[in-house]
């Protein structure tokens, strides 16, 4: 059981939570630009509190001078009907928002482990950070979040062992003249056993390869350097590099949950398609435990039955589904034209936690309780959030905020937290 033990507090620098797409492209590639095609739009409701843990007693709103906030009577971990993990996605070392560095690193460590019981490291247990060069892992930064995590009765969701993008392979990969499959068992061999070791039962699942799906190549399989150099066996198979990095990573730890992780596969019909693909190949195997689905979505898009869908072909595989990266944006400035920024007021906030109670239902409602492997949202406070960045440098929008997570820039507690204890605690979506 996690325990609330408070709290480490550190001074010092700062850098940035990125999602699994990091500061330099990637992580989420933009849903269709239209949204018509949802059947979850959510609709507007006036009684905000009705269907609250606890009813009105664990929620008030805020004056319209400052955020609109709640003030939870629960703990979000502790609302869920079966023990799976309640995630949150931290900066740590000297990125901006460290939970360690920042200047309120103290206040965050105070809302984390209150309402969440397992972590992720937003880059830190990314490639280029545990192994920069061949012969080189550097764990100090890891070792600080994951020591801070067992500290607090918390565990960790490794991520990621093997991941595409540029700024994330080190350098020694990308032209390496050995033998590139011993390399990369090696590199996931050291990674898990180090944590294995030092922190027995805390790191309990890895995304051991994020984002291997590209349907814009021939084979829909990511011409990364993890490919060109281990591709697939023969045609129709999956690359090698999958097989490779999942066989190492059960070699080296047999009791933990192994995923594999990616975006857009949910609705996208095609992406669903090659990640159920890569699940059933490893499945066979014997070297996979779950699906991740990263859930990066808005208010309208996906539907919930796009969600219902997906979730439950991995549950007929047997497999576990994780919600590894969730956030919900109000609007969708996918578009060509972006809409206008709203305005964040009581309603729109009701609509949002209406959307995250839905999201997690659905979860519940598919996914039986043996296979959930977690619901992990992807940052803590709305000013942190890389979708500002994302949005930005994907459709020129000049956004203040859009608003996809739990907590306020001031750390305080949005409705959509109420949504999701909601969801849980089966008091529904209203």
């Not at 971990?77 to 928002?97: C, I, L, R």
């Not at 150099?229 to 690359?239: C, K, R």
């Not at 007021?345 to 039986?368: G, H, I």
């Amino acid at each position: 059981m996690k325990t609330n033990l408070h709290h480490i507090t550190l001074l010092g620098v700062v850098a940035a939570l990125t999602a699994c797409g990091g500061g330099s492209g990637g992580g989420d590639t933009p849903p269709p630009a239209s949204s018509s095609s949802s059947s979850s739009v959510v609709s507007s409701s006036s009684s905000s509190s009705s269907s609250s843990v606890e009813s009105s007693s664990s929620s008030s709103s805020v004056s319209s001078e400052g955020p609109i906030a709640i003030e939870p009577d629960f703990d979000l971990y502790a609302t869920t009907p079966t023990d799976f993990p309640v995630g949150v996605a931290v900066s740590a070392a000297n990125e901006n928002y460290s939970i360690f560095n920042h200047s309120d690193a103290s206040a965050r460590q105070d809302v984390i482990t209150r309402h969440f019981s397992q972590l992720t490291a937003g880059n830190i247990m990314k490639m280029s950070y545990l192994h920069p060069q061949e012969d080189t892992f550097t764990f100090g930064d890891a070792d600080q979040l994951v020591g801070f995590a067992e500290t607090n009765g918390m565990t960790v969701h490794g991520h990621a062992l093997v991941w595409h993008s540029s700024y994330q392979v080190p350098g020694f990969m990308n032209n390496y003249d050995g033998d590139f499959a011993a390399m990369l068992t090696d590199h996931v061999t050291n990674v898990v056993q180090h944590f294995e070791t030092e922190y027995p039962g805390v790191v309990t699942s890895w995304d051991v390869v994020n984002e291997a799906v590209d349907q814009g190549a021939g084979d829909g399989f990511r011409r990364s350097v993890f490919y060109n150099e281990l591709p697939p066996a023969t045609d129709g198979d999956i690359p090698e590099y999958l097989k490779v990095a999942f066989q190492a990573a059960r070699d080296a730890a047999p009791d933990v949950d192994l995923y594999y992780n990616d975006y857009d596969n949910t609705a996208n019909e095609t992406r669903l398609n090659k990640t159920l693909q890569i699940a059933e190949a490893l499945n066979e195997e014997g070297t996979i435990d779950g699906v991740g689905f990263q859930m990066h979505i808005y208010m309208g898009y996906p539907s919930l039955s796009h969600f219902e869908n997906a979730f439950q072909q991995v549950v007929d595989m047997g497999l576990k589904v994780k919600l590894t990266e969730i956030d919900v944006s109000v609007v969708n400035p996918y578009g060509s034209n972006p809409p206008a920024q709203p305005e964040y007021d009581e309603q729109l906030a009701n609509d949002q936690k209406q959307r995250f109670c839905q999201v997690a239902e659905v979860y519940l409602d598919t996914v039986p309780a043996e296979q959930r492997g977690g619901f992990t949202v992807w940052g803590l406070t709305d000013d942190e959030s890389w979708l500002m960045n994302q949005f930005a440098n994907s459709t020129g929008a000049d956004y203040d905020d859009v608003w996809p997570l739990l907590f306020n820039a001031d750390l305080s507690a949005k409705p959509a937290l109420q949504g999701v204890a909601d969801a849980f605690t089966g008091q529904g979506c209203n």
